[in-house]
């Protein structure tokens, strides 16, 4: 296949900001339910105590995302970037008007994994996409542009929610406008990418290839089946009407298969890497990660994807637990607000920070921002009478980090890489990543749920006593929730930021794996022709007149 036009035909442009404003709508949904999952719960009437079971929202959208990422690049090859795309969008959009007309909790998670499958799909189109369109020497920077889109995408996710919901305050159950608003910008991406696509694209030739479907549904179950345990886990040592169920909640039904769950997930996994070290054409190349910078790149990425879920699900858990329904979406937006702008404004940064000081020096100061921030975030929360804004210069702290921790790890991992898979390299940038957040909302869940298990253990659940009126009963009820559940619930999220604060620690231990210093390219040739070049100029000014 041709590299493409030297210079960017105007029609290309235009499919090209196409392609990222549709990147840009689905990377919102990572993240968009942050601020307003509270008000959803309410609404679907799902008991708030069973959080083990609503996380699927978020979860089963992550899951699908980070499935279809490898499959839906494969797929681009088979038949074509606009036909991929056309699938891809189509499929997000069904989604989203599944998550508007949902009416229980499993019809909305269906959705969600519906509109995830969509979103995660049109990532790597857009990315082969660019490289199709774009010559070698232009590529680096568009593939960046596309990591940085999706990037700002799930960063103001939670900011895009809550400003849908208040702007639309006065309709009932307004976070169905979240998606509904997402269907008229995708038909007029999906038309305009049509009409570019065929009539002013260049002609790209497709490749011939098999996709790798047996290792991607191995890794579709094996990721399902590992969170379904983790997201159970919380149910270990309980026991039968105390802990979370004397705040209302009710079992996991899984509880009971965690164990066989876990051996599952861990069989499934053995046999996907079995797999993929024998197939010809593996959706995850496994030989990439023998080499030492790209996996420790890849591992810290995993870790920083863990502990980033954390500010994103537990700033609006407690706004929740401490505001009026009516000002959750609000006040969540404006604590995230400073975390996840300068996030956003620090990764463009941070790709400067990491050409003059090297990926390993930018990424361990980002880490130490996060880690200090977390802590002060535990520290804040302490503080009873001003426990926000307590929290804000921790948030800015953490927001700051993550921002400075993006691009020397996504350079990293691209520059270890071959030229040849530096696209499969940028995708599992992005990838395990995800994989992290998954992972750690699972995690984190079931931690979260545990450790609220054993210190309300000895709570007795509350019931309507005999001759009871219904107006005493609830007012008695109010006033459990409000000296015991809502503070134990604080002190259990302050918690889990303590350990946030700890796995940005731990991170730092593959990032000394990777390269440090400068990049070698901004001080010298390294090509084989400016070798040879600079190597021929000394003889020459040398030779005697």
Not at 131 to 158: H, I, N, Q, Y
Not at 383 to 409: D, H, K, T, W, Y
Not at 448 to 474: C, H, K, M, N, Y
Not at 497 to 504: E, G, K, S
Request: aromatic residues 6%.
């Amino acid at each position: 296949m041709s590299d493409g036009p030297a210079s960017l035909p105007a029609a290309a442009t235009s499919g090209l900001a196409v392609a990222l404003l549709a990147v840009f709508i689905g990377a919102l949904d990572l993240t968009v339910i942050a601020t307003i999952l509270p008000r959803m719960i309410v609404d679907l009437e799902v008991n708030s105590a069973d959080v083990d079971r609503y996380i699927w929202i978020v979860n089963g959208y992550l899951l699908a995302y980070v499935v279809a990422i490898p499959i839906m690049g494969r797929v681009s090859d088979l038949i074509g970037r606009v036909s991929a795309f056309q699938i891809a969008l189509l499929v997000f959009l069904v989604g989203s008007i599944w998550c508007a007309l949902a009416d229980s909790l499993p019809a909305l998670i269906i959705g969600r994994a519906v509109q995830g499958t969509g979103g995660g799909a049109l990532l790597p189109v857009t990315m082969a996409l660019v490289a199709d369109v774009l010559p070698p020497s232009r590529r680096g920077t568009a593939l960046g542009l596309v990591g940085a889109v999706d990037t700002l995408g799930w960063v103001l996710g939670p900011i895009w929610g809550a400003t849908v919901v208040g702007v639309l305050a006065s309709q009932e159950e307004a976070w169905r406008w979240v998606f509904i608003a997402h269907v008229p910008l995708g038909v007029v991406a999906a038309a305009t990418l049509a009409y570019v696509g065929r009539r002013r694209l260049p002609r790209l030739e497709r490749h011939h290839g098999r996709l790798d479907i047996l290792g991607t549904l191995l890794l579709a179950l094996c990721l399902v089946l590992l969170n379904l345990a983790l997201s159970s886990g919380g149910e270990v040592g309980g026991t039968t009407g105390t802990g979370l169920r004397a705040l209302g909640g009710t079992s996991n039904p899984l509880a009971p298969y965690l164990l066989p769950l876990l051996m599952g997930a861990l069989l499934v996994g053995t046999i996907f890497i079995w797999w993929e070290r024998r197939t010809p054409h593996p959706v995850l190349p496994i030989e990439l990660f023998r080499r030492t910078p790209f996996s420790a790149a890849v591992a810290a990425n995993f870790i920083v994807g863990a502990a980033l879920i954390v500010a994103m699900v537990d700033v609006p858990v407690l706004v929740a637990l401490l505001v009026a329904e009516e000002r959750v979406s609000t006040s969540s937006a404006l604590l995230l607000a400073p975390f996840t702008l300068l996030m956003a404004v620090l990764s463009l940064l941070g790709g400067f920070a990491t050409a003059r000081r090297g990926e390993r020096m930018t990424a361990g100061t980002g880490l130490i921002l996060v880690t200090v921030g977390y802590a002060a975030i535990w520290i804040g929360m302490g503080q009873e009478n001003s426990r926000f804004a307590a929290m804000l210069p921790g948030l800015v702290l953490s927001g700051a980090g993550f921002g400075l921790v993006i691009a020397p790890l996504g350079t990293s991992v691209i520059n270890a890489a071959p030229a040849a898979d530096r696209g499969i390299a940028a995708a599992l940038t992005l990838v395990f990543r995800l994989l992290g957040m998954t992972v750690g909302i699972s995690t984190l869940t079931a931690v979260g749920v545990r450790r609220l298990q054993s210190l309300t253990g000895r709570l007795d659940p509350i019931v309507q006593a005999p001759g009871e009126g219904t107006a005493q009963f609830l007012a008695r009820q109010q006033q459990f929730i409000e000296e015991h559940a809502i503070p134990l619930s604080v002190q259990v999220l302050r918690e889990t930021f303590l350990a946030a604060a700890v796995l940005a620690l731990i991170a730092l231990l593959p990032v000394r794996l990777m390269r440090g210093g400068a990049p070698r390219a901004a001080t010298q040739p390294t090509t084989d022709a400016a070798k040879g070049e600079r190597d021929r100029r000394p003889r020459t000014a040398a030779r005697p007149r």
